[in-house]
């Protein structure tokens, strides 16, 4: 029998790191014991529970686990995100990837997929760069899908509504046009407008799962600021089957922290430091 103690026991700690290294990829050492446990407070009050003590046990030892999973991953999940993030990725993107993905011409369809979305301002910034490029004159259609393993931040892309101050980084020109004020000023949001929603969905979608279910014929993969909270095997696993729902030529882009998780996975030619390409079938 545990001693109720307002921290989680060691035991009880161990079991939720080994459950989330094992089902999420992310590894939680000892220095996150304390950014952990104050998140799942959170949890331990919505549940009326007295310690943190008692919140371990709930999952453990009473069986509610399964129930209380998916709040578990919202809690343990870091899911900070900005319009604009590590904006030389945008300009890549403009300036190179989608020139080497429509000179054939014949207005392709791109199929862009942001596989770590939080709640969406990846997604929605590439949509306002490709829609800005349409509306420039290149002649390609796309499609964005946002997938993430939180049902609370999915949740949250999908209503496309973000408070004033996260729409701030979007440039004014793109603002003005692919961002509408609230109503009410008071309520200091925007949302994203209509044409723009229509061609962004978002699912949820675990990493390290054998199968995503998700097209093998992707242009471009974003996959930004999640590997790193993986181990190394970890990262090469998500890295390389990432990979294989990529179009030969496609790319796959990763963030500035993150450059050695794609460097050495078969088949991926590193462009830049964070930015790798599928390659190309031989000509026959
Ligand atoms: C820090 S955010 C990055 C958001 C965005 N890519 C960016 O760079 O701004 C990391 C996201 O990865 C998600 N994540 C963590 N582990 C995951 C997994 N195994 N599968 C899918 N998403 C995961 C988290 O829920 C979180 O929303």
Redesign the pocket.
């Known amino acids: 029998m545990d001693i109720d103690v307002p921290h989680l026991s060691d035991r009880h700690f161990r079991s939720i790191v080994d459950l989330i290294q094992g089902r ?3 590894q939680l050492p000892p220095s996150k014991r304390t950014m952990l446990e104050g998140r799942l407070r959170k949890r331990m009050r919505a549940l009326d529970l007295e310690t943190l003590e008692a919140y371990g046990r709930h999952l453990f030892d009473d069986g509610h686990l399964a129930e209380e999973y998916v709040h578990l ?1 919202d809690c343990v ?6 319009f604009f ?2 904006p030389a990725h945008f300009d890549i993107l403009r300036q190179e990837i989608v020139p080497h993905l429509t000179h054939s011409g014949g207005r392709p369809l791109l199929k862009i997929w ?6 969406g ?2 997604a929605y910034t590439l949509a306002m760069v490709l829609q800005d490029m349409i509306a420039a004159g290149h002649d390609f259609t796309y499609t964005i899908l946002g ?4 049902t609370e ?1 999915v949740r949250v892309a999908q209503t496309a509504i973000y408070p004033d101050d996260m729409l701030a980084a979007v440039p004014a020109h793109l603002r003005r046009r692919y961002v509408m004020a609230a109503r009410d000023p008071a309520r200091r949001q925007g949302r994203i407008v209509p044409e723009l929603r229509s061609r962004v969905r978002f699912q949820h ?4 799962d054998a199968h995503y279910g998700i097209d093998s014929d992707v242009h471009v993969i ?5 590997l790193i ?2 181990d190394k095997p970890t990262q090469k696993t ?1 890295v390389a089957h990432l990979a294989a729902h990529l179009r030969p030529g496609g790319y796959l882009v990763v ?1 500035h922290s993150e450059s050695m998780a794609g460097a050495g996975v078969a088949g991926l030619t590193q462009v830049t430091s964070t930015v790798f390409r599928k390659a190309k079938e031989p000509a026959r």
């Open positions: 999420v990829g992310i991953v999940t870091t899911n900070k995100t900005d993030r590590e942001s596989a770590a979305a939080s709640t301002a990846e997938t993430d393993i939180s931040v979608l675990n990493l390290m974003f996959c930004r600021n999640v909270y993986f998500v963030g």
